[in-house]
């Protein structure tokens, strides 16, 4: 290695080309992209190779768009994305809700997105007890229905075939449970079971 030539920098966050020797002749530039979340701050993004030195090189800093990692939620976790401490602008990471649990009663897969520095659109993943089609309530004389989702802790009363009368359905302890078909004075004053 001649004298002049330079070993290859080193860019904290950033990177090159580097050169397949090792090291770069006398003259010699290397351009440096900032690794994403990260941003070149003062100068220019080249620094030259002079008599065995490298001109003042670049500087890769953190951007005040980007987001730290995304924050954990409970019964969801990221797929689809390596672990990383530092999330570029507009970055989005994909969670899943664990089985048994959604988003919405029906979604489970759902985005983040990195904006201005913060996470946005974190999703909740909860327990959701899914109402089917009133085929499987036949025996209550459900009317018929689309696929419904009731929250942990959510009731509903859903019609009965006859006229004010109403069967109410409920959520809880991760069990769906529903009364008989009552008159909806009864299922208001609880005495429905």
Not at 27 to 34: D, F
Request: hydrophobic share 25%; aromatic share 10%; proline share 5%.
């Amino acid at each position: 290695m001649d004298e002049t030539a330079c070993l290859p920098p080193t860019v904290p966050n950033g990177e090159y080309i580097k050169n397949s020797n090792g090291w770069f002749l006398d003259r010699r530039t290397v351009t440096v992209k900032c690794h994403d979340g990260y941003e070149l701050t003062g100068g220019s993004d080249r620094s030259r190779c002079i008599n065995g030195t490298w001109s003042s090189l670049p500087v890769c800093e953190k951007s005040p768009n980007a987001c730290d990692e995304p924050p954990q939620i409970p019964h969801g976790v990221i797929i689809e994305q390596g672990y990383r401490e530092l999330y570029g602008a507009d970055s989005k990471v994909v969670y899943e809700c664990e089985s048994g649990y959604t988003t919405d009663g029906t979604t489970i897969q759902t985005s983040a997105l990195c904006s201005s520095g913060n996470w946005t659109g974190i999703p909740l993943c909860e327990f959701y007890c899914a109402v089917k089609h009133a085929g499987a309530y036949d025996q209550r004389r459900i009317e018929d229905f689309v696929d419904e989702y009731l929250k942990e802790g959510q009731k509903k009363n859903f019609p009965c075939w006859s006229r004010s009368y109403y069967s109410m359905f409920e959520c809880k302890n991760q069990r769906l449970t529903n009364t008989r078909c009552c008159h909806e004075h009864d299922i208001n004053r609880n005495v429905c079971y």
